[in-house]
DNA sequence: ACCTGCTTTGCACACGATTGCAGAGATACT
DNA sequence: AGTATCTCTGCAATCGTGTGCAAAGCAGGT
């Protein structure tokens, strides 16, 4: 590798003459300025970023811990957000830290050892789980923010979406079709963690329709959800529309409706969350929730760089929280009415 | 940021002893060096990569040059790499290099920049764009390893799946079923380029199959896609059975036709090609072909790997070919004879 | 001729780690 | 006691850049 030196010999001057021709500083000769920079060219040299990261001591470079991309909403965030750190200059480093990879804490001491300028953590279904290193990186200067559920977010910087008001747009779209037998496919319920749910439930309780045990599934893999749509539709009273708390879970419950032979919407109507593009790969296309990536994936880097560069008027920590839109799509319909369902066909 | 020479200086000794015990030298005393590592990890030391990685000129990085995220292979495909990699010892550094992103030669500038030990490079539709940058990269001693399709991969590692071998496969299925009238989708072809198309059409000609111009449409977007189908749907002897050259796409196309009321697959076959996880969501499943992309990934890293640490038995660049393998899923089927079809609903 | 000011260049140090080499003590052996 | 050996530690150089400071060279004004 040809290094600033291997031009200063070839060009008879002194390495620093080099550094600042190339920086196209206004303290060297114009006409050396240029020989050095054809020089340079020629030889191919390519400023080892290493030694200037230890010089200047900044990398412009900042870490984004996403805990997987199997579940396409996170290859969009991460697209969206390539996008916008590029834009104000930085490199991305991903790390990936589902169980299987690093934890959340390899992670974060990684980009720390890297001196990454500043850290997105996009939390998983667990929440924050290396809070503490979170709070180390901080207070040794290093600004973080978080995106996602956070159980206790007061000392934090945050993006997130409003899951609460999400939930609620659905359930009222659903309760507006004139669904009243209404199931929900959930992932195991951290305490607090889920407020989709919650905000579900809530328009549920206040428009009066009943949300039963039978009716209320966990469900942790695809199985579960194979297992709770086939003993939903076993009912004595089945459902009439089933929320999946995920859009990529409401893809599974399709399949399994129409191995049972039930059409959508005109039999069930499903709803999911997210607004993934899955969503609209499905058929009938899916109707759901969800907030447009790309501005959340924007706010999310300019509060992180903002931070960085010190420029951010409140010192204290943000929370943004964006608000999803519904999206009715063409898998929720009113429901069939008992009578013209027996009649039906 | 805390430093070696601060915990020199807490420890009384020297730097140099310092950075011995922590790398667990033999060369320092066992009782200073638990002394020593017990400071360490009580003032929160963390090692200063960038430091090291100029002293000891490597970075255990390897970067990843990936097209883009939206098309699920590649987030599957990075995750995988990232296992290998992991696994390895390394860790990744991921560019895109779609056209609104960097290009390909700026993603290779800016990993040689960072010196990354070596390099990744999966390949999108025009082939290996940046051949000259390789070239430059590989004289100055990073390794590049490219996935895909390339132009003329004579002088390069590469690894890639058979694309005509699978195509042929697609091919010999359909004919098996008693198909006659065949369509395909594909992308603009480049020259060469579609290997899954040219060996498709081969086993076509091979069973006397004809493929007239009217069934071979070139799709651009999912508008194209639309389009497309629909002008087949209207031929007077309309296909039995679409080929789509990408699992992608043939999720627009089973949209398509589930709009014109035309049911997979008793009515239309339908097959792709990647074996997405998209292809298991879609309903009826998908038929489709494919190589399983962990031993394809692991392939990939290990070459680039053993390249890096210079073990590799042949220095003469490598070529690895997998052969993917067919996916008979839901959506393929018998085509209705005519007579049946005039009876048939 | 001398001073002042401007342009241009080089010297030398710093960033934070690794590591060869020399040397200080301690121990063992003749 | 003297010497060889072994264990442990510190000195100092190095990786490739960036940059403050000094100084050289030159022009212009008195």
Known sequence: ????????????????????????????????????????????????????????RSTKTIGLVVPEVSNPFYPELIQRVADHAKLAGYSLQLHLSAADQESESDCIASLSANRADGVLLVTGERGLVARSQVNALTASG???????????????????GDDSAGGRELASHLADLGHTRIAVLGKAPHRGAFDRLVGFGDVLRERGIPLPPAMSIEVKNEEDVRLGVTRLLALPDPPTAIFAYQDSLAAVVYRQLEEAGVSIPSEMTVVGFDDLDLATYLSPRLTTVGAHISPLASAFVSLLVARIQGTHPEPAPQSIIVTPKLIVRASSAPPRTRGFASAGI
């Open 1 to 56: 590798m040809v290094t600033l030196e291997d031009i200063a010999l070839k060009a008879g001057v002194s390495h620093s003459t080099v550094s600042r021709a190339l920086a196209d500083s206004p303290l060297v000769n114009p006409s050396t300025k240029e020989r050095i920079q054809n020089l340079a060219r020629e030889a191919g040299y390519q400023v080892n970023q290493v030694a200037r990261n230890l010089k200047t």
């Open 142 to 160: 290093t600004p973080v923010v978080i995106m996602g559920w956070v159980e206790d977010s007061d000392h934090l910087d945050l993006v997130a």
